[in-house]
């Protein structure tokens, strides 16, 4: 019985992050709409951040109390690829053609940010020039995703603001919400987000239990069981987004999420590793799901160009197909190469 344990202790874990990240999501949106933020910002910033919390909470649980950068890594590094995965299950709910046809233009610009931040993290991780300088105990590496996640902000805040009359389209859409106030909704989100903190520690702690029971390496429970759980709030936004008619909002919470695992998360995890730099720590396994994540990522950008308005297959386009492919070949490389 006691083999069972982790498990258990995981699945109710993620529920808990799946039902509290509905609440967190609602209030968050409530709280662009009343501050006046723009719809883009807000995918981005509020929700995306938001959403990203177990995964903040389980890196510097991993790092802190059970000393495991490659379980750290590997919930980051999975996560953005589960992420991009997540787009096959909305590509498959649309019906209106393709999903990723069905988006705004302007959504190219985050797609590019999420690329150059993960080109930045490959170059971390594979160190081709031996950097390893930094201040105290944290890689120069991780100071540069840091100040660059805060330039991709700006970019999309003045982006936002050039957009804000998608946002009155989607007032009607919280007429329900009348009864939340400002404070109410700041409330609720504290509350949600302390809820998915808690259980994002639960489920690092499981994710540990299982790889030592199983004998499976911390790079592949990190970036398979973890990051698939830690990666639940992601999936439930995007598609309520979808059932608001919003392709735009979820797409910028999926790609925006990947921004803020890379830029804010890695850093998290450096700082709060004290064995050197957590870079030098990592497994050389990450180098393919950073590629991986990556080539995805492009996959999404042309895609999203090129702008198909009719599926190839019934249910889902050729880009589906693609983002399956690159998903399957990362989790049986990194279970072969732990």
């Not at 700006?154 to 389209?169: D, H, M, P």
């Not at 693609?322 to 399957?328: E, G, S, T």
Request: charged letters at 10%; hydrophobic letters at 50%.
């Amino acid at each position: 019985m006691i083999y069972f344990l982790p498990w258990i202790q995981l699945i109710i874990a993620a529920i808990i992050i799946l039902f509290s990240s509905t609440y967190l999501a609602k209030s968050a949106d409530v709280i662009a709409l009343k501050t006046g933020l723009g719809r883009t910002f807000v995918g981005v910033v509020l929700l995306a951040t938001a959403t990203s919390l177990p995964e903040l909470a389980t890196g510097i649980n991993a790092v802190a109390t059970l000393n495991a950068p490659n379980l750290a890594g590997g919930d980051v590094f999975g996560s953005n690829i589960f992420n991009l995965l997540i787009i096959v299950v909305l590509d498959t709910y649309w019906r209106n053609g393709t999903f990723l046809g069905s988006v705004y233009n302007n959504t190219w610009i985050i797609a590019v940010l999420s690329i150059s931040i993960i080109s930045i993290a490959l170059i971390a991780l594979w160190n081709p020039l031996q950097i390893n300088i930094g201040i105290a105990h944290i890689g120069l590496f991780s100071y540069v995703l840091l100040i660059f996640f805060g330039l991709s902000m700006f970019i999309l805040y003045q982006q936002g603001k050039k957009g804000e009359k998608s946002q009155e389209t989607h007032e009607e859409s919280h007429d329900q919400d009348k009864s939340y106030t400002l404070k109410k909704s700041f409330i609720i989100y504290g509350i949600s987000a302390s809820i998915i903190i808690i259980s994002a520690i639960f489920l690092s702690r499981a994710g540990e239990e299982i790889a030592e029971i199983m004998h499976w390496g911390e790079s592949f429970v990190g970036t398979q069981l973890l990051a698939l759980s830690t990666s639940l709030p992601e999936l439930a936004t995007s598609i309520a987004a979808v059932r608001l008619r919003a392709p735009e909002l979820a797409i910028t919470n999926l790609l925006g999420s990947n921004l803020f695992n890379t830029g804010i998360v890695l850093f998290a995890d450096d700082a709060f590793y004290m064995n050197g730099s957590i870079w030098d720590a990592f497994s050389n396994a990450h180098i393919l799901n950073l590629g991986i994540a990556i080539l995805m990522t492009c996959i999404v950008l042309t895609t999203i160009l090129l702008k198909p308005k009719r599926k190839l297959l019934k249910y889902f386009g050729v880009e589906s197909v693609l983002l399956v492919a690159c998903y399957l070949i990362a989790t049986i490389y990194t279970f072969q190469n732990p």
